[in-house]
């Protein structure tokens, strides 16, 4: 069974992978541009991860954060860089998706262009997935709005968060993955690479 050492988790933000990575792997590293917790462990640009050493790091995981950077290839290949041979690279980016977070957020990849970038940066691409799609996608506006008109109110906020499960989240889902409309209209593409060992 593979047991990561160390995880960097790169464009952490508020690092909610932290605890979750830390029942997997001996430590977490977490780097982003920006310090959102004041406990951020590398504080730097995807693009130029001076700070990381060549070959020291197990798995790089980075969800969302690609969008954000302008030259995505060279972050591609500084995950690259970090990786030991034979490390894992998890990446999850957005494809079907509204515009974020003006005007930082970039780009959006297809599962052919996130192969892309981590072919040409030296991984050997080894699973594909997509998320979502075009159901999840147009009930997820109204999932979010319902939610924060109802967030805080004692009793109803609860109440509609359940209603929101049941009518606005995991029937999209279902219909997603029988109708296999992820295959054409994934809301996010993950894609795992590996380095390798030669």
Not at 160 to 166: D, P, R, T
Request: glycine residues 10%; hydrophobic residues 45%.
């Amino acid at each position: 069974e593979f047991h990561p050492g160390t995880v960097l988790d790169v464009g952490a933000g508020s690092q909610n992978a932290r605890p979750v990575v830390l029942k997997f792997a001996n430590r977490y590293i977490g780097l982003d541009i920006v310090d959102k917790t004041g406990a951020l462990d590398v504080l730097g640009d995807m693009q130029d991860m001076n700070a990381i050493e060549d070959g020291s790091i197990d798995v790089v995981y980075s969800a969302g954060a690609l969008g954000y950077a302008r030259k995505p290839d060279r972050a591609v290949r500084e995950m690259h860089r970090v990786l030991k041979p034979g490390g894992y690279c998890v990446v999850a980016a957005p494809f079907l998706n509204g515009i974020v977070d003006e005007p930082y957020h970039l780009f959006h990849y297809s599962p052919h262009g996130l192969a892309y970038l981590f072919k040409e940066a030296g991984f050997e691409v080894i699973e594909e997935r997509r998320v979502g799609g075009i159901c999840c996608f147009l009930c997820h506006s109204a999932s979010f709005v319902l939610l924060m008109s109802f967030w805080g109110i004692p009793l109803l906020g609860w109440s509609v968060w359940w209603l929101n499960k049941i009518v606005l989240v995991h029937p999209p889902v279902l219909l997603d993955r029988v109708l296999r409309l992820n295959r054409k209209f994934p809301m996010i593409v993950v894609a795992v690479g590996k380095k390798p060992v030669n």
